[in-house]
């Protein structure tokens, strides 16, 4: 490998509620390295449940207190989609100042200030550097796994939260105002699930209206 080699990797972005660290499929010439995807570790898998939890318990707390508003009845599953569609924003565009405290800062930092020590070499990267970048992505890719979770955990238990405080419940909302199939604070949940999972792919799809049509 020639003194002239530079390690390229994808330049790393943040995004929002759906808390990903995303490397940009554009690379310069030079050797380039990309991770394999990663599992989320257990502990990012036990926060993210966890804040379902403390979103259930708070839902049902909210119930079992009477402070819930009355029931939202569209009048037609059309009614229903929207209303979640609008959830889920609303929930996207809360969380999205906090994205910078979910996991995954410090890997990208990691990995960047690798890169620069690497190609900042006059002789040009060796085959150390290579699994330096190597190990310095794979855990990018191990972060943004964990993001992912821990995000769609904190935006379920919000959307748990909510939906208990003002009385939107998709299971009864689809079903009718009379079903009785299960309790409304399960129904909190349920919908909770619903919204936080759903913010993500809202996220990505606001993002690409805003940043336009991709360049030819």
Do not use: C
Request: hydrophobic fraction near 50%; proline fraction near 6%.
């Amino acid at each position: 490998m020639s003194a002239g080699d530079r390690i390229a990797v994808p330049p790393v972005t943040a995004d929002a509620v759906g808390g990903t660290a995303t490397p940009r499929p554009e690379q310069e010439p030079g050797l380039s390295v990309v991770a394999a995807s990663q599992q989320a570790g257990a502990g990012a898998v036990v926060a993210g449940f966890g804040l379902i939890a403390v979103g259930a318990l708070a839902g049902w707390m909210i119930w079992r207190s009477g402070a819930s508003a009355a029931k939202i009845q569209p009048k037609d599953t059309t009614g229903v989609f929207l209303t979640l569609l609008v959830f889920a924003a609303a929930v996207e565009r809360i969380l999205e100042p906090f994205s910078r405290w979910l996991p995954g800062r410090a890997a990208e930092a990691a990995l960047s200030q690798t890169v620069t020590d690497v190609n900042s070499r006059v002789n040009g990267p060796t085959e150390a550097d290579r699994e330096a970048v190597t190990a310095a992505t794979a855990k990018v890719a191990r972060a943004k796994a964990n993001r992912t979770i821990v995000a769609w955990g904190l935006a379920s238990g919000l959307a748990t939260v909510a939906s208990s405080a003002g009385g939107f419940y998709v299971l009864h909302a689809v079903a009718g105002g009379d079903w009785n199939g299960v309790a409304v604070w399960v129904d909190a949940v349920v919908t909770g699930v619903m919204v936080g999972s759903g913010t993500k792919p809202l996220h990505d799809l606001i993002t690409r209206a805003q940043n336009g049509p991709p360049s030819p």
